[in-house]
């Protein structure tokens, strides 16, 4: 499948579906729809993913099967300005896939120019109907289940997640990340986005993930949120103990001190951190923090190693950039 991006003002460190689509996914990334960037290419900015050019708007991208929207802002709204390049997506026959809390499908306009042009329009974020609560038999597959967490939002979950699958599949294991977000979604086309799921039911959800997948030798479960996020904390609970893992990854971006968006409150001192996780996750599972993912890239590479070396020392234990560095054997070890 060929697609367009959107990522108006956002891309590179705003977008991260679309970052996540040009690192990990199949789909054949024709063109990125981004105002601000227009005439440049995603090479320009981020040169160890797929390449494209970026377009001004979807009246300017080639030929594609399909509108991607590449952002997701706090709160996932829709922004009135995306609406003509989802027009004219629509309206030349493109798919819209969107991972935000406003359906697209719910769009008066936007419903009907898909019905009329032979469309489809796929709300990422949608749940399923019959999930129910957890049952806490998640520990029972025989796969290896490790789930990612992190000191914060926007830290390398996601990221964490695909590259140790790359790395364990390299080792020749079966390996398998367990999406819980729209870009996890969007890159392997199933999971559920557990932010969009009744609270009663998130840890269940999770569960069914783990269950359906729990043929693969490794299980990644992508975590989102944080414990000590002052908003997003519930969800953070609900991928812990639904998918009851045998270990954590913790994820963290070098030099964050402060909750991004929430400045007022502090990044507890890794190490509390992760007697904080490890203590909550205790009642469920006996998973421990065995790993560390940093992300170093507003870093040059010596700063980057110190910082990587520095993590580790934090943690206690062995940590990577794994974009940067990749997923080191010993690190990779420490997971298994």
């Known amino acids: 499948m060929a697609v367009a991006i959107l990522t108006h003002d956002?891309?590179?460190?705003?977008?991260?579906?679309?970052?996540g689509l040009l690192r990990y996914g199949d789909r054949t990334v024709e063109a990125l729809v981004d105002r601000e960037r227009a005439g440049q290419r995603v090479h320009d900015s981020l040169p160890d993913v797929q390449d494209a050019p970026i377009v001004a708007s979807m009246a300017d991208a080639p030929d594609v099967d399909a509108l991607v929207i590449g952002i997701s802002p706090i709160g996932g709204e829709?922004?009135?300005?995306?609406?003509?390049?989802?027009?004219?997506?629509?309206?030349?026959?493109c798919d819209v896939y969107s991972g935000l809390h406003d359906f697209l499908a719910d769009d008066e306009e936007f419903a009907r120019l898909a019905e009329e042009h032979d469309a489809e329009l796929h709300d990422l974020r949608k749940p399923p109907e019959d999930l129910t609560v957890a049952a806490g038999t998640a520990g029972d597959v025989d796969a290896t289940v490790v789930t990612t967490v992190g000191t914060d939002c926007s830290t390398g979950k996601m990221t964490?997640?695909?590259?140790?699958?790359?790395?364990?599949?390299?080792?020749?294991?079966?390996?398998?990340?367990v999406p819980t977000g729209q870009t996890g979604i969007a890159i392997s086309d199933r999971g559920i986005v557990i932010d969009r799921v009744i609270a009663d039911y998130a840890a269940g959800a999770v569960e069914r993930l783990v269950e359906e997948a729990q043929a693969a030798d490794l299980l990644v479960v992508e975590g989102q949120g944080a414990l000590a996020h002052p908003a997003y904390s519930g969800v953070t609970t609900s991928i812990l103990h639904g998918s009851v893992p045998d270990a954590l990854v913790m994820c963290h971006e070098a030099g964050r001190e402060v909750i991004h968006g929430y400045e007022s409150f502090?990044?507890?001192?890794?190490?509390?951190?992760?007697d904080i996780y490890e203590r909550l996750a205790a009642p469920i599972s006996d998973a421990s923090v065995v790993a560390g993912m940093l992300n170093t890239r507003h870093l040059d590479d010596g700063a980057a190693a110190d910082a990587v070396a520095g993590y580790s020392d934090a943690l206690d234990a062995p940590a990577t950039d794994p974009v940067r560095h990749g997923v080191s054997d010993e690190v990779l070890d420490a997971i298994l």
């Not at 956002?10 to 970052?19: I, M, Q």
């Open 160 to 177: 964490a997640s695909f590259e140790i699958r790359d790395a364990a599949r390299e080792r020749g294991l079966d390996a398998a990340v």
């Open 10 to 19: 956002a891309f590179p460190d705003r977008a991260k579906t679309a970052v």
């Open 266 to 274: 502090d990044i507890p001192p890794l190490p509390e951190y992760v």
């Open 78 to 93: 829709f922004d009135e300005s995306w609406r003509e390049d989802v027009r004219t997506a629509l309206e030349r026959g």
